[in-house]
């Protein structure tokens, strides 16, 4: 599950680090809490509709996938499984040709009994993780929406340690393919999810994890602009996790 992360990188570092044009997201800046439903950027591809031409673009999303088709949702819908997201109806269409990437500094999952969770930072070995997404776009009062979902699979290795499930994060070699626009027919969404599948197997092996303060349990307390919020427990280090996994997360 991923339902809260850090990004800390400014607009001109994900923009040269995903070889992306500027796009509309110029007033980003870094967060080190970031809840569903917030706006966050992704990078996705797009063609001219006269030229064919593919550009890759860094643009504003809000964390909470809301395609035109769907009038109300009861809660967020910020994570999709990977074992589901060619064949549901509801994220099927956006997979097809509406793929995306989620950068990220890390995640945040939590373990332990409620009003005593103790929260964990995951992250890469690089600065910056690369999540797989999808995204939408609907036009609201003359104005249009883009909005995104994380991929999520079964956990493993480190992550595995802490909860059941975890992104889909992807190495650069593969960025082009996933985002590349043009439309899956049904036999290329069932390719593209094994390939999800077995590329984000390399990733995994090196994600880490090390306890944080609690502070960052309380979403809505918390600044999001707080950099110490990723900084490890004095001592956490690589440590053997004794409490049970979480299934949700924290509030």
């Known amino acids: 599950m991923c339902g809260r992360f850090a990004n800390d990188a400014k607009v001109d570092e994900l923009i040269q680090e995903f070889v992306a044009a500027g796009g509309d997201y110029k007033d980003w800046r870094p967060q080190y809490s970031i809840a569903p439903t917030e706006v966050i950027p992704i990078v996705r591809e797009r063609a001219d509709r006269d030229t064919g031409e593919i550009t890759r673009m860094l643009d504003a999303a809000a964390w909470n996938f809301h395609p035109p088709f769907l009038k109300d949702a009861k809660r967020p819908q910020f994570n999709t499984r990977i074992e589901t997201v060619a064949?549901?109806?509801?994220?099927?269409?956006?997979?097809?040709?509406?793929?995306?990437?989620?950068?990220?500094?890390?995640?945040?999952?939590?373990?332990?009994e409620p009003g005593k969770k103790r929260a964990w930072f995951l992250h890469g070995d690089q600065p910056l993780l690369a999540a797989a997404g999808i995204y939408t776009v609907r036009k609201v009062d003359d104005e249009w929406h883009v909005s995104t979902s994380i991929i999520t699979r079964e956990a493993k290795d480190a992550s595995g340690e802490v909860h059941d499930r975890m992104p889909v994060f992807l190495e650069a070699d593969f960025w082009g393919e996933y985002l590349d626009p043009a439309k899956l027919d049904e036999s290329g969404k069932a390719r593209m999810v094994d390939q999800l599948a077995s590329e984000s197997d390399k990733v995994a092996s090196t994600i880490s994890v090390y306890e944080v303060d609690r502070r960052v349990n309380n979403s809505r307390a918390v600044d999001p602009g707080d950099a110490s919020l990723i900084d490890p427990l004095p001592g956490s280090g690589r440590v053997e996790l004794s409490g049970v996994r979480a299934d949700v997360d924290a509030t």
């Open 87 to 112: 064949t549901n109806g509801l994220w099927k269409g956006a997979f097809a040709s509406s793929r995306c990437l989620v950068p990220m500094r890390g995640y945040y999952e939590w373990t332990g």
